[in-house]
């Protein structure tokens, strides 16, 4: 069946480091992928997206290029704040005949010290 | 735009009460869905909607019920409250179910204890 795969953290970073976080998925078609950030206490919010091969998604600095050769969609930004700090949901979304099925990964915790 | 509501944010139940958790939309979506969330496991889908009086389950159903009577409403009923169902529990929405790159819209989530 369809999954996403993230490392799951905590990721701890020093202000103004680089930061990567791995996503692979498993997925029949062409899913959507997508990034979402849950700040403390707050519910999902879309950070950025990519509907096909190639595609890069990108806001607030943070970027990820779908690949399908290698079913990856890496979340990167040059250089991290403190506000950054949250926990990061890869995702994807695959219509089907009756429903869109969205399956999400289990987040990776990003703590972002100055 | 209110957005994505949700209440209570809080609740403590004992095993074998009921409850019901709130959620509301004045987006005029289509789509409304409830997944509960827990540490490791991501957000996994419990029940959805395409539209006013459809419902569908998801990937964990079992304990809860829920229906959708008008647009904006997407209440979700805990029949008997067991330990197993503590979670943070998250309503979303989005324009339309049937466009795979839509956004979904959350609410901030009813954190619930079951004793």
């Known amino acids: 069946g369809d999954s996403v795969t993230q490392m799951e953290g905590p990721v701890t970073l020093s202000e103004e480091a680089f930061l990567t976080i791995n996503c692979t998925y498993t997925a029949t078609g062409y899913p959507s992928l997508f990034w979402y950030v849950q700040y403390p206490g707050e519910g999902l919010q879309l950070l950025l997206k990519?509907?096909?091969?190639?595609d890069k998604g990108s806001n607030k600095g943070f970027e990820a290029t779908y690949r399908k050769e290698t079913t990856s969609f890496h979340l990167e930004k040059g250089s991290v704040q403190v506000s950054d700090s949250a926990v990061y949901f890869c995702a994807l979304r695959r219509s089907e005949t009756s429903y869109d099925k969205v399956i999400f990964g289990p987040g990776t915790s990003l703590s972002v010290i100055p | 735009n209110a957005g994505v509501t949700q209440t209570p944010k809080f609740q403590v139940l004992k095993t074998g009460q009921s409850m019901t958790l709130q959620c509301a939309q004045d987006m005029n979506h289509e789509y409304m869905s409830w997944y509960r969330q827990d540490p490791g496991m991501g957000l996994r889908l419990i029940h959805y909607s395409v539209g006013a009086g459809i419902t569908d389950q998801g990937e964990v159903p079992n304990g809860y019920n829920v229906s959708r009577s008008t647009t904006e409403d997407f209440p979700l009923r805990l029949l008997s409250a067991a330990p197993s169902q503590t979670s943070v529990y998250f309503c979303a929405s989005s324009y339309t179910w049937h466009t795979q790159d839509n956004e979904q819209f959350f609410g901030p989530g009813t954190r619930l204890t079951v004793l």
């Open positions: 990519a509907t096909k091969a190639d």
